[in-house]
């Protein structure tokens, strides 16, 4: 019979080095996960994300020619709220801003949108896939706050794309402010980010707001794309306006996060002195622009 | 002393369940049990009583036996389970009452659990992709389901501010999957093939049957009153729902996607009520993590609920549905119960 093993004292052992402890199981079992796919929370999937990156990048080389300055600004970790000016009847610059920031910068962009993508079959699934989350202040905050990704956002909504070729580069208001609001919550910088280009792509004529209300839209443009191309291969297909970016920088709100509240005249002045940068950033990248093809 | 608690609806799913539960825990001295139904699953010390959902003697049972926890586990999620006016009446008029006796005068109930539902936050495009607790939903509701749960949300917020002294909490579940309870999605999951919406492919959420009771249990044993929602990690893409059960997927039309599943309901195929279809164009999910911080750990995620549900079909689809079919007959009941001629077990001290 073989000698009983001398009794270890627990408190004096090396930490693991000489009693084997039974391992400690947890007393809830391990939680099983059998993901068969890599759509995140949001909808997005990387495998489709790239795939349209691929499909998307000929576009974004040779007809629109984007061209970025001050990319650096962009922070390369943490959350931050990108926000810049929106237009064309199907606006070009969400995928233009997410597209060169994911290529050049190796970071997702999520970009949020009216909720009217998500209503729509096949264009709310593709536009989640890609990237595209609900315009919600609790997304927006769980995205910044939580998980400190990069989030893209058009505060002038679709008053951008619905304005008329005439309006083109005169931003509209900021919405409600809500943007600034929540960039402050989440304790994150808002970094804007002027657009021309995007306008010539997809210029508005006319709008017809029978039609809009007929279909439940926020607007039914006839565009110049329609006159040239007719009127469904005119719904998707742009103009080779030269695209250029400019990022400008970064607003730091020297205010707490996670308040219940935030004054609202404060948020209203932040929004609007965000508005003017990129309005008056508009207009210094249009005075030097020779022309609207080639830049 | 121990717990001595009511369950409503002891002869549904949930009562049935919970009350098992109850029964393994030494520290809950009395249950008693109200339906109109018999209990379909075998109880040993739960003491059934026969009451409508009008509860008209709950009032004298909460005395009698001097009740002090009130579980109300007799709430109507699924829609296709009955007209809306029995439901109404169940859900509603049923809860009021419950809610009523258990605020009398001289009443002894000092905590109350509310099993309500998700469907009380609706299906959207508007909506968030995970609701809070305090998230308001995002337009009114257009199903009488969620009309009527919220009606009774309503009452339950009122009696707690009118009864301080009472722990009340509610539970809002997921979408709850389990081998052996039917709900509109299980069904719609173990047809050949799965209905979708075509050109929609929203992300769900699940829970699985056993963390509902687990959590039912938790907020009884940590008395953390308020409200909850209950639901798996983890959001996945219907599709994925599908592929996991193993099945191919068959497309409803996006827009007047209710007109074209009536054939469906009059051919007994699947029937998908409105709230099920918004849930099958725009998925939910609901942020889980409060409850979480108050303690509770999930057996089970979203996808491991599905999964799990996936292996109880395929084992049902292969051997048969072998479940002893438990019928409760009321004189054997009640002899094992109280006979002096059965040797009872003292419970130990």
Known sequence: MPAPEPPVDLDTAEHGALVHLPRVTDDAAVPTDPRRSDVDEWGRSERMRALARQLYDPVYRHLFRAEWEGLDKIPTDGGALLVANHAAAIPSDAPVIMHGIETELQRPVYGLADNLFKSLPFVGTMWSRVGGVTAHPDNAYRLLREQHQLVLVFPEGSKGPAKHYSQRYRLRRFGRGGFVEIAMRAGVPVVPIAVVGAEESMPILLNIPQLAKAFGLPYAPITANHLLFGPLLGSILYLPAKFKLRVLDPVHFDIEPDLPRYSKSRVMDEAEAIRQQIQEALFDMLRTRESVWFG | MGRRVLVTGLGTFWGGRVAQALERDPSV????????????????????????????????????????????????????????????????????????????????????????????????????????????????????????????????????????????????????????????????????????????????????????????????????????????????????????????????????????????????????????????????????????????????????????????????????????????QRDVEAFFRHSPAVVREEPAP
Request: glycine share 6%; hydrophobic share 40%.
């Open chain 2, 29 to 328: 001295e009395v249950i008693v049990g109200l339906d109109s139904y018999e209990p379909s699953v075998p109880l040993e010390r739960t003491e059934y009583v026969r009451a409508d959902e009008s509860y008209s003697i709950l009032a004298r049972i909460v005395r009698a036996a001097h009740i002090d926890t009130v579980i109300h586990t007799f709430l109507v999620v699924d829609s296709t389970m009955m007209s809306s006016r029995k439901m109404h009446e169940i859900n509603v008029i049923g809860t009021m009452n419950l809610l009523a006796a258990a605020g009398a005068a001289g009443s002894t109930v000092r905590t109350v659990v509310v099993k309500s539902s998700s469907l009380v936050y609706g299906a959207q495009p508007e909506d968030p992709v995970w609701f809070r607790e305090q998230t308001p939903r995002s337009k009114p509701p257009r199903t009488r389901v969620e009309q009527s749960l919220l009606e009774v949300e309503g009452y339950l917020r009122d009696f707690a501010e009118d009864n301080p002294h009472v722990l009340v909490t509610l539970l809002r579940f997921s979408n709850v999957l389990g081998p052996e309870l039917t709900t509109p999605l299980s069904r719609a999951l173990e047809l050949p093939l799965v209905p979708a919406v075509l050109g929609f492919d929203p992300r769900f959420q699940f829970v699985a049957t056993e963390d509902v009771i687990r959590s039912i249990l938790f907020v009884l044993d940590h008395e953390v009153p308020g409200l909850y929602n209950v639901a798996g990690d983890g959001l996945l893409p219907w599709s994925e729902v599908a592929a996991i059960c193993g099945k191919r997927q068959f497309f409803l039309p996006p827009y007047l996607t209710g007109v074209a599943t009536a054939p469906m309901k009059t051919l007994r195929i699947c029937e998908l009520p409105p709230e099920t279809i918004d849930l099958l164009k725009y998925g939910r999910g609901i942020d889980n993590r409060r409850l979480k911080r108050a303690g509770f750990r999930y057996e089970f995620t979203s996808a491991g609920a599905v999964e799990r549900f996936a292996q109880a079909v395929r084992l049902r689809g292969t051997v048969g549905d072998h479940e002893p079919q438990y019928r409760y």
